[in-house]
């Protein structure tokens, strides 16, 4: 399928880095996510009994429990998170019991071969380029092969096939029967990301020039720290677009789900941008407003009104409720956006005639700016049909 063109000012590059990296390092690096949902568990379970009876089937092992265990292990919510955990299992779970066979073969099963094999498992493990899972498997593996004890070269062969058996089965019961991807957890992440934004701007206007006393020099206001943790919705949200990412790829039950990773990647970027003005803009009114010897050329009531234009436009633009962000603004988003340029003219415009040096009106200036390149960002902020 084409790629749909982007907007004029976005480059690819801007958002690849948002979506996930999908080669082989990420695969051994993947992490089992957990049984998902009921549906997942069935599938897991039903996987993991085709495994035993062909194992039982065929296999030549005396107990052909690798089978199972393996596609237990390897069955993911997804076809890429299944490939990525398998690769690890699969290698981790073969190589634990070829070596351990061998190994407990040629010295025996004691206490001190028992601690040596479990300790040399763990140091190859460790030395692995792996996720901790996939690295846990090995010693994990060893103790299995170590507790059944020794066996012909013969049995140590199906113990390894029997895990090519599981692994095989579980890759193929998740690309036959796939979970659909579900872009709902992204999408939540997004509203409390943008509800959080919305909320650290509301305080600006709320809060500056309000104290009973300056500030202390060090102080900060009380909204200097909500800002800083916007830094950690941001994470959280992309973290969900990288699962989504992840979800998608390979499978085919994810073609019918609105809207694709890049529109996402997009709202994201914007997003993102608009939380990192909020800061610079909560920044120069904390420097700016209830410290001694400071007197702001804005005055706390046009701070307020500037604030109340800006949560006016980011509820026009960015949406409210249950609605995905961004995805289609309100009638009156062009009209706010055009009341709000005209006012920021308008303050900056008496700010310089209350004040003949350019310095003390510098702060105040700034807060201006900042207001106003938020205005812009939210004039571009995507809009999608929907």
Known sequence: ??????????????????LPELGLTDAFLQRPAGIGSVRHAIVIAVAATISWLVADAVSESVLPLFAPVTTLLVVQASPWSTLGVSVQRILGTGLGVLVASVYVNVLGLSWWSFLIGVLAALLIARALPWSIGGQLQIPVTVVFVLAIGPGSIGQDIWRVLDVVIGGVIGIVAVFAFPSRPSPEPFERAMRLYRDAIVAVTRRVG???????????????????????????????????????????????????????????????????GV????????????????????????????LGELVDGLVGLMHATLGTGDAPVGRRASADAAERSERLAARVQALASIASARHDQVGEMLESVSVLGRADHIRRQLDGYPQAEV
């Open 1 to 18: 399928m084409p790629r749909k063109p982007l907007p004029a000012d976005e480059s690819r590059s801007d958002i690849e880095d948002l």
């Open 275 to 302: 939380g990192l003005q909020v800061r610079g803009l909560v920044g120069a009114a904390n420097a700016l407003y209830d410290r001694e010897g400071v007197e702001p050329t804005l005055r706390a009531g046009e």
């Open 206 to 272: 709320e809060e500056s020039a309000h104290e009973r006393a300056p500030l202390p020099a060090r102080a900060q206001h009380g909204y200097v720290y909500d800002s800083r943790r916007l830094q950690e919705f941001g994470a959280a949200t992309r973290l969900e677009l990288e699962r989504l990412g992840e979800a998608t790829t390979f499978n085919v039950r994810a073609r019918r789900m609105p809207a694709g990773l890049e529109e996402r990647a997009i709202r994201l970027r914007r997003l993102i």
